[in-house]
């Protein structure tokens, strides 16, 4: 137990669908983060929330829309998705102070744009 | 800039061989070095790490020496077992308290009995 969930663990839609990848992390945690992991390439960090404000967008596409209601929750809203935008979608927490950098992920949403 | 370069895969090793996967990394300032574990069809674990210079992080029987002459952290183990195969990413994080991790590309390692 890692102590951050995502749901769905699985999805599948078409170009045009809209659907929301949805996070929840149980360790009192006040950052959140999302990555996209694609095959062969590093983990790319997408978005940050501290203390649920947005401090780093990193050139993601706006089809891409992370909302952070509390520190507890993370979502990422899809629409309009390309092929490309198939991946493994990685949510992690950590206490974001210095000495403190661990980040703790859940297991990923698979994610397959038809 | 900050960056971690990680021996490409994939490795194949028999079980009870030694294992050694290499990380060289690129920072300012005085980052923190940490190798993180992927099993199949799950997401990120922490392995072990390191927050300064001559440190050493040990989990599972896993080790990884924090080396700043040769900005290394290779991660090391003596005799590795069928369960371990996996896929391992060195990161570091720049310790300026801003937390962003930066992540190799990953090594896949293969155990066969």
């Known amino acids: 137990e890692t102590g951050v969930t995502q749901t769905p663990r699985h999805l599948v839609m078409g170009m045009t669908n809209k659907k929301s990848l949805k996070c929840e992390q149980h360790l009192g945690h006040n950052a959140m983060y999302w990555y996209k992991q694609s095959a062969k390439k590093p983990l790319e960090l997408m978005f940050v929330?501290?203390?649920?404000?947005?401090?780093e967008n990193n050139s993601v596409p706006s089809r891409f829309s992370p909302e952070c209601p509390n520190s507890s929750h993370l979502f990422l809203h899809l629409h309009t998705l390309q092929p490309e935008d198939s991946a493994l979608y990685l949510c992690?927490?950590?206490?974001?102070?210095?000495?403190?950098?661990?980040?703790?992920f859940g297991p990923g949403t698979r994610l397959l744009v038809l | 800039g900050n960056s971690v370069t990680q021996m490409e895969g994939p490795v194949t090793l028999s079980e009870e061989a030694f294992l050694t996967i290499n990380c060289t990394y690129t920072a300012t300032g005085y980052p923190s070095l940490f190798w993180y574990v992927q099993y199949p069809g799950e997401g990120l674990q922490l392995l072990l790490k390191a927050t300064k210079a001559d440190d050493k992080g040990s989990n599972k029987g896993f080790e990884a020496t924090y080396r700043k002459e040769t900005t290394s952290f290779h991660l090391e183990k003596g005799s590795v077992q069928v369960s371990d195969s996996a896929v391992y990413f060195c990161?570091?994080?720049?310790?300026?308290?801003?937390?962003?991790?930066?992540f190799g590309t990953g090594t896949r390692l293969t155990v066969i009995p």
């Open positions: 929330y501290n203390f649920k404000e947005q401090t």
């Open positions: 990161a570091l994080s720049d310790g300026t308290g801003a937390n962003n991790l930066f």
């Open positions: 992690a927490s950590s206490v974001r102070e210095v000495g403190e950098e661990t980040q703790y």
